[in-house]
């Protein structure tokens, strides 16, 4: 079957690219040596998502953060995670006004269009927690109303491992509301020189600008979302969030959002490919960033050294790939 003809499509993808080419040029001048990180980052933008950034402190994972929000003329607010925040501190508040004699609903941190939290795992699982509605739903309530969330909205989060002092494991329906998660990693020697030349007089995101703005943006993500996905590369998908379920390797499989977001994700990424339609690669090249934080070890498979990037390598393996149409 071929793909389904759009009007206006190649136009829109030209459009696509011409902002995401630019927002990418901005991004690696302060980010250096990640070019798959800010890929990825920017697939997750596209596609709706929320992004999860795991690794050890001091390899740019909130400068990554910042680096993508400060790239966007819109919204952007910055929560630092600790012991001590409260869900009321995310969400917004009502208080009552002496002068008025009513309540006022008083906006938290997580009314913007850009969300950067920072160190989430810092924060009591509760307060984490405040956040569900929000990724989920794009609204907050609050005593009984709901007050909707700004378009587009993307929530970008930093952790910790687990090993480190003070951090908290997020719960599994917290994580799994992330459409991907990545691990920055050292930079190689050469990336590590360029960082020591370019950020040593001071940071380069003070000298970034914004290259597109929340407009953009969201009529960005509406051009992802009508790219054609086939019903083979749809039954694809299906086949290996299956897979995961039936493992021997872990105790909890993908869950049916991880099926839809990994299908986002890949729209965004064929998008990024410049192609109207979805293959079989893009599932593939999305399925460990999208899938590999939802799931959980068995028991076994934890004895014997395994991670769940292993085991879903192995699932991609396994599960048949559909042949190209003739």
């Not at 680096?67 to 600790?82: G, K, M, N, P, Y």
């Not at 990724?135 to 491992?161: H, K, S, W």
């Not at 914004?210 to 998908?237: F, G, I, N």
Request: without cysteine; aromatic residues 4%.
């Amino acid at each position: 079957m071929d793909p389904v003809v759009m009007d206006d499509v190649d136009s829109d993808l030209e459009h696509l690219h011409a902002v995401v080419d630019e927002t990418h040029r901005a991004m690696t001048t302060v980010i250096q040596g990640k070019d798959g990180a800010v890929r990825t980052a920017l697939t997750v933008l596209l596609a709706g998502g929320h992004l999860l950034i795991e690794d050890v402190p001091g390899v740019g994972k909130t400068l990554l953060a910042k680096t993508l929000a400060r790239s966007i003329d819109s919204t952007v607010r910055r929560i630092q995670f600790t012991p001590d925040l409260l869900p009321s501190d995310i969400t917004g508040v009502s208080v009552f006004n002496q002068d008025t004699h009513a309540f006022e609903f008083r906006y938290g941190a997580i009314f913007a269009n850009v969300v950067v939290g920072d160190e989430i795992n810092r924060a009591s699982p509760k307060t984490q927690s405040a956040l569900l509605e929000s990724m989920e739903e794009r609204q907050v309530t609050v005593d009984g109303r709901t007050y909707a969330l700004p378009d587009p909205f993307i929530v970008m989060a930093t952790q910790n491992p687990l090993e480190m002092e003070g951090t908290y494991p997020l719960p599994e329906a917290q994580r799994d509301r992330f459409m991907a998660r990545i691990s920055m990693g050292y930079p190689s020697a050469a990336a590590e020189l360029e960082m020591l030349d370019a950020h040593g007089a001071g940071s380069p995101l003070d000298d970034m600008h914004p290259v597109t703005d929340a407009v953009t943006v969201a009529s960005l993500v509406k051009v992802v979302e009508r790219l054609y996905a086939s019903p083979a590369v749809r039954q694809y998908v299906v086949d290996l969030v299956t897979a995961t379920r039936m493992s021997r390797h872990l105790r909890l499989g993908a869950s049916p959002r991880a099926g839809l977001q990994l299908l986002r994700a890949s729209r965004a990424h064929a998008a990024l490919e410049g192609r109207d339609h979805v293959l079989p690669d893009d599932v593939q090249h999305l399925l460990l960033p999208v899938v590999a934080h939802r799931v959980l070890l068995s028991s076994e498979a934890e004895l014997g050294g395994f991670s769940a990037e292993d085991v879903l390598g192995a699932v991609l393996a396994e599960v048949p790939v559909p042949s190209r149409p003739r």
